[in-house]
């Protein structure tokens, strides 16, 4: 079984930044494609990035991108999300996920994913 556990989410102000990590468990994580999803209060679980096994390729969605940074250590069996300029609007639970699969761009289904976080909460204050 492979878990995966989030941390850095927390409580800052519009314009700010967090860094959300991304722990696993296993070592074959370095084979899997990884991403980023996030849940706001009443809404669907929605796509933010996504990262190749190697870290050469990356996905992101428009409401992030140009603030948001997906990255990748595999050594460490760690990924990242760098959230710059955040808005009220991204407050959300982060969600970190694990696809055994490799990474196709342009398709962010939760379900393309077969191991999940169990999530950061993210707020951002106006």
């Known amino acids: 079984q492979v878990q995966l556990v989030e941390s850095g989410g927390g409580l800052v102000q519009a314009g700010g930044s967090l860094r959300l990590s991304c722990a696993v468990s296993?070592?074959?994580?370095?084979?899997?494609?990884m991403g980023w999803f996030r849940q706001a209060p009443g809404k669907e679980r929605e796509f933010v990035a996504a990262?190749?096994?190697?870290?050469?390729?990356?996905d992101y969605a428009d409401s992030v991108k140009g603030r948001f940074t997906i990255s990748r250590e595999n050594a460490k069996n760690t990924g990242y999300l760098q959230m710059n300029s955040l808005k009220p609007e991204d407050t959300a639970i982060y969600y970190c996920?694990?696809?055994?699969?490799?990474?196709?761009?342009?398709?962010?289904?939760?379900?393309?994913?077969?191991?999940w976080g169990q999530g950061t909460q993210v707020t951002v204050s106006s």
């Open positions: 996920a694990a696809d055994r699969g490799p990474l196709r761009v342009g398709v962010r289904g939760p379900s393309e994913y077969d191991y």
């Open positions: 990262i190749s096994w190697s870290g050469i390729t990356t």
């Open positions: 296993r070592r074959t994580f370095s084979t899997y494609a």
